[in-house]
């Protein structure tokens, strides 16, 4: 599966921002998909993941309560809602995938597919 985030963009503290990744190829809806940031210098974090069954979704604790992931598996698509943002939230925000996962989901090494990444800066 090939995927292509976007959606990301400059906001203001407090703001919000939908992300959208679109995933190609068949058996979407046999992917556990992610989403996974990065700022400069900083290494890869999880975000939240959903998974393919649509039975869990997680969150990290920093996001917890603000960020909403959700999925529509007819369009191929997987949506990242963020709100409340914080200039601490500002990186590069990228889509994984991962064919039937259903544990390890937190861990990056655990996802094959990724898209190229959007940007979110959160100003102060």
């Known amino acids: 599966v090939q995927l292509q985030a976007s959606g990301g963009g400059l906001v203001q503290t407090g703001g919000s921002l939908r992300l959208s990744c679109t995933g190609s190829?068949?058996?979407?809806?046999?992917?556990?998909m992610a989403w996974f940031r990065q700022a400069p210098g900083q290494e890869r974090e999880f975000v939240g993941a959903?998974?393919?069954?649509?039975?869990?979704?997680g969150y990290a604790d920093s996001v917890k309560g603000r960020f909403t992931i959700s999925r529509d598996n007819a369009k191929n698509m997987v949506y990242l809602q963020t709100n409340s943002l914080k200039p601490e939230d500002t990186a590069v925000y990228l889509c994984a995938a991962a064919q039937y996962a259903r544990n390890d989901l937190r861990r990056a090494e655990k996802y094959i597919y990724w898209g190229q990444g959007t940007l979110v800066t959160v100003s102060s």
């Open positions: 190829g068949r058996l979407f809806n046999t992917y556990t």
């Open positions: 959903t998974t393919y069954t649509d039975r869990w979704t």
